[in-house]
């Protein structure tokens, strides 16, 4: 069960690369999370969950923007695996299973950034236009999110 939460962590993050840590530091400082004792305790500090919700909330505006380069440009897939490794290996870490979070949660990053362009090019291709399929995005992936970290708990 642990290593299917890293997945649906790391596919959040393949969705929106800073809302998947956002819902984690939030789960972590609501003690949603026990993190604390591992290597991730620094996740349920409040800098954590300030830095991790301002930068998720710069991500879901300048998303919005015409000028917003593909997710799968090199830097921003990578960026996404990475942050879903994270993720992921945060998940691990409750249960001392570190390497498999982060595992899982690099494959989950995986499928979320190549099925996410996927879904979203046709969303929006059936709205006319991205920002509705953008707006349904965020919405999955800050709903899924919460829902992943409270299912650890």
């Given at each position: 069960?642990?290593?299917?939460?890293?997945?649906?962590?790391?596919?959040?993050?393949?969705?929106?690369?800073?809302?998947?840590?956002?819902?984690?530091?939030?789960?972590?400082?609501?003690?949603?999370?026990?993190?604390?004792?591992?290597?991730?305790?620094?996740m349920g500090h409040w800098?954590?969950?300030?830095?991790?919700?301002?930068?998720?909330?710069?991500?879901?505006?300048?998303?919005?923007?015409?000028?917003?380069?593909?997710?799968?440009?090199?830097?921003?897939?990578?960026?996404?695996?990475?942050?879903?490794?994270?993720?992921?290996?945060?998940?691990?870490?409750?249960?001392?299973?570190?390497?498999?979070?982060?595992?899982?949660?690099?494959?989950?990053?995986?499928?979320?950034?190549?099925?996410?362009?996927?879904?979203?090019?046709?969303?929006?291709?059936?709205?006319?236009?991205?920002?509705?399929?953008?707006?349904?995005?965020?919405?999955?992936?800050?709903?899924?999110?919460?829902?992943?970290?409270?299912?650890?708990?």
């Open positions: 069960m642990l290593y299917l939460l890293a997945l649906l962590i790391g596919v959040i993050a393949g969705l929106r690369a800073m809302t998947a840590p956002a819902t984690v530091a939030w789960g972590a400082w609501l003690g949603w999370l026990p993190v604390g004792g591992t290597w991730a305790s620094f800098a954590a969950v300030g830095i991790f919700t301002i930068l998720a909330i710069v991500e879901l505006v300048t998303d919005q923007l015409p000028s917003t380069p593909s997710r799968k440009v090199p830097q921003q897939f990578g960026t996404r695996i990475v942050v879903g490794a994270f993720c992921g290996a945060v998940i691990g870490a409750t249960a001392g299973a570190t390497i498999g979070g982060l595992i899982a949660g690099a494959i989950g990053a995986v499928i979320g950034t190549l099925g996410g362009a996927e879904a979203r090019a046709r969303l929006a291709a059936a709205f006319g236009k991205d920002p509705p399929a953008a707006f349904i995005e965020d919405a999955v992936a800050i709903i899924g999110g919460l829902l992943i970290v409270a299912a650890v708990a």
